[in-house]
């Protein structure tokens, strides 16, 4: 039974859902989830879950991302990027240093409104459905935090490529878009590469083809997630015990919060908890099928 972590490098025009259902045929595993969506159009790092390590999902769509996300100055669309219809044109647009001086108004704590072209559902339908539908919908303005932005190389007169890294939730095809309306010619995204998604980067990545043929055996352990939590092994039977039956197991020495990864005596992944009170408390448990 295949259960770990799998990091994908997803192509260009796939949903993450068409990776997640091509895996499925691959591994012969119905449980399998991502870890955060990617727009068809985009490329790169796609975390994917498989069998029991589908219990980690819920963590890994709170992380922070890291993109390279092509802007360019001068065109507005109605999906915020260069796949959707050209509502506006700019015959100039501002030069390097003019982009460069509306960046940090976009860096820290900002608000977003998410585009209408979203996956996020208002009355039980989708944004995207409505907007296809020719309708637009009020949407309240979001809070996203953009760690950092910068210009990583001008490609031509009106494209850029950036680096963007950035809370859980923030629409990189708007953050180009508002950077356009800042600059006053009006903005899209032509490209989204995914540099880093839960922790994980290109580095790791693999494609789908090199998954056809390898298998089982590109499956990361299903504790390199929480590689960043300090380990602590329980040293007797009966802490194993106590833990497998969901109950708290005493302990000394760990401080206190501390979110720890547990093993049994054996060196198996039992566990993410949580340090209170001299006892570890379970947080997800990870053991069994």
């Known amino acids: 039974m295949a259960n770990g972590i799998i990091i994908i490098d997803k192509p260009q025009d796939w949903t993450s859902m068409d990776v997640c259902a091509k895996l499925r045929g691959i591994l012969k595993e119905k449980r399998i989830g991502h870890g955060g969506t990617l727009d068809p ?11 029991s390590a589908t219990r980690a999902v819920e963590f890994a769509e709170k992380g922070d991302k890291e993109y390279i ?15 959707g219809e050209p509502l506006s044109q700019a015959d100039t647009v501002p030069d390097r240093a003019a982009l460069e001086a509306v960046l940090p108004a976009f860096t820290g704590a900002i608000a977003q409104v998410p585009p209408m072209f979203s996956a996020i559902k208002r009355e039980g339908k989708k944004l995207y459905e409505l907007a296809r ?5 009020h949407r309240e303005p ?35 878009h508002d950077i356009g309306q800042a600059l006053g010619c009006g903005g899209c995204m032509y490209s989204l590469r995914r540099t880093m998604a839960a922790g994980f980067t290109l580095a790791e990545a693999v494609t789908l083809e090199q998954a056809a043929e390898e298998r089982e055996a590109l499956l ?19 802490q194993e015990k106590l833990c497998r039956n969901g109950s708290p197991v005493p302990f000394s020495g760990l401080e206190e919060g501390l979110r720890y990864r547990v093993y049994s005596p054996g060196g ?12 570890l408390v379970s947080v997800k448990n990870f053991f069994g099928g």
Do not use: W
């Not at 159009?41 to 069998?51: K, N, Q, R």
């Not at 539908?133 to 919908?137: C, R, S």
């Not at 198996?268 to 006892?279: A, E, K, M, V």
């Open 133 to 137: 539908a020719g309708k637009e919908v």
């Open 41 to 51: 159009m985009a490329t790169g790092v796609l975390p994917v879950f498989v069998g």
């Open 142 to 176: 979001r809070s996203v935090t953009i760690h950092a932005l910068e210009i990583l190389e001008q490609v031509g007169e009106r494209d850029y490529l950036l680096r963007v890294r950035c809370s859980k939730g923030t629409y990189v095809r708007t953050l180009c």
């Open 220 to 238: 990361l352990p299903t504790d390199s997630f929480f590689r960043n939590c300090p380990a602590v092994t329980l040293a007797a039977p009966r």
């Open 268 to 279: 198996d992944f039992l566990c993410l908890s949580r340090y209170q009170n001299g006892q």
């Open 69 to 83: 996300a092509g802007l360019r100055l001068g065109l507005v669309t109605n999906t915020q990027d260069t796949t």
